[in-house]
Structures are given as structure tokens and as C-alpha cells.
């Protein structure tokens, strides 16, 4: 079955705690991205990944970090997580690139930072 | 960066009711437009795409979107919502290699 895994679902840290999401698809696709959802401001881009060791920023980069050392992971680390990064976020893959791929989304992480 | 604009923020309706929403996007170029939904407590899911060709596209569960060009616009129709179409709708325009997503709209159906 195709899937995108992310890992916690839920994790509840402290602010300057050392944090990854883990992210790992199935599919072989090349292109991987992070994204956070946060009420009335829709889905932002954190990170984007079109192929191994090839990464870009998003909109909202800033405190995050991400690595593609091998094509079906994507983890996003948080090096010192402040209160204004708990938010919902979403790995996502697309076969081809956004250009003429639909995503596919995994389940997402809930993060609260305290 | 490019903009993607959401006319309505919530919207509330009952059954059997006629659904719009709209989408603005603010590039002159090339685009992909997508509308994406997001059901309570899961990750958001394709609705409907479009690439090239027929601007009236159909999606899955009833619902279809119409691009005009002229007017930056990829607005969402279902002439008859149920029940379980409650969820957030996003539209997202593909740009470059980028995605940009609007803010989403809440839509409400009442039984």
C-alpha cells in the first residue's frame, strides 16, 4: 500500500529541546516536502526536497532544518523548538514534482511546544 | 512568493444546497491548480487537478472547478452537498517548482 509515514502523530516537548520528525514514503517519489498548517493561514512550505541531497527553503524555513540522504526519508529537525513552532505539520511526497504531481500527504505531526 | 486567496473563511449550508468556493491566484504564468480537502482529524486529500486542456474539470464525490484564465480564478462547485462533504477545502497553485496553499475554507453542512 502507498503510504507517507510521519512519526510522532502527537509529541509535546519543552522550548530548546532538541526535536526530528520522521517522514518515510513508499512510492520511490523524488519529490518531498514539509509543510505547517496553522488556523487561518492555510498550509505553509517549511522545506522542499526534488531528489537526494538536493534541498530548498519554503516560505517559512526559519528554525527548522531537513535532510534527504536517501530518497524515501525526509526527517524535519527542530534544533531549539520555541512555543511559536507548536503547530501541525505534514510531510508530503509527489511522484514527479508539484508541477504535474498531485500530493500525497501523511498523517501528520501535532506538536506543542511549551 | 506568489499569493493564493480564499474568498470565504466558513461557510455554513444544509443539505442538498448548492456550494461554491472561491480561489484567486496572483501569477501570470503557467500554473497547476489543485483543490485539496482535509477532513476532521485527517491529512488533506486531492479533490480535483488541472494541467491543460478542459478548464471544467470533474473531481471525485461530485464536485468540479472551473479555470478562467482571464480572471486568476479556479473556483469549486457541487450543485448538491451532503452531510459528510464537512471539511476544509484548500486551493493550491503549482508555480516553478513551488506549491502555494490558500488559507482554506471551512465549510459546515447542516443534516
Known amino acids: 500500500e502507498a503510504q507517507v509515514t510521519q512519526n510522532p502523530r502527537y509529541l509535546i516537548t519543552v522550548t530548546g529541546k532538541k526535536l526530528t520528525v520522521t517522514c518515510s514514503q513508499n512510492?520511490?517519489?523524488?519529490?518531498m516536502s514539509w509543510y505547517r498548517q496553522d488556523p487561518g493561514l492555510g498550509l505553509r512550505q517549511i522545506y522542499y526536497?526534488?531528489?537526494?541531497?538536493?534541498?530548498d527553503k519554503g516560505d517559512v524555513p526559519e528554525g527548522y532544518k531537513v535532510s534527504r540522504k536517501e530518497k524515501r526519508n525526509f526527517p524535519l529537525i527542530l534544533e531549539s523548538p520555541s512555543p511559536n513552532q507548536t503547530s501541525l505539520y505534514f510531510c508530503?511526497?509527489?511522484?514527479?514534482?508539484?508541477?504535474?504531481?498531485?500530493?500525497?500527504f501523511g498523517n501528520g505531526t501535532r506538536l506543542t511546544v511549551t | 512568493a506568489q499569493s493564493v486567496s480564499q474568498h470565504n473563511h466558513h461557510v455554513i449550508l444544509s443539505e442538498a444546497a448548492s456550494l461554491e468556493l472561491g480561489c484567486n491566484y496572483s501569477?501570470?504564468?503557467?500554473?497547476?491548480l489543485f483543490w485539496y480537502v482535509q477532513y476532521p482529524g485527517q491529512h488533506l486529500q486531492l479533490l480535483l487537478k488541472?494541467?491543460?486542456?478542459?478548464?471544467l474539470v470533474k473531481g471525485i464525490k461530485g464536485f468540479e472547478a472551473e479555470f478562467i484564465k482571464s480572471k486568476f480564478s479556479f473556483n469549486l462547485r457541487k450543485p448538491s452537498v451532503q452531510w459528510s462533504d464537512t471539511a476544509e477545502y484548500f486551493c493550491?497553485?503549482?508555480?516553478?517548482?513551488?506549491?502555494?496553499f490558500g488559507a482554506g475554507t471551512t465549510v459546515t453542512v447542516r443534516a
Open positions: 508530503a511526497t509527489a511522484g514527479q514534482g508539484v508541477d504535474n504531481s498531485p500530493l500525497h
Open positions: 512510492m520511490n517519489h523524488e519529490y
Open positions: 526536497s526534488m531528489n537526494v541531497e538536493v534541498t
Open positions: 501569477y501570470g504564468g503557467t500554473v497547476n
Open positions: 488541472y494541467f491543460s486542456g478542459d478548464p
Open positions: 493550491a497553485v503549482s508555480y516553478d517548482y513551488k506549491l502555494s
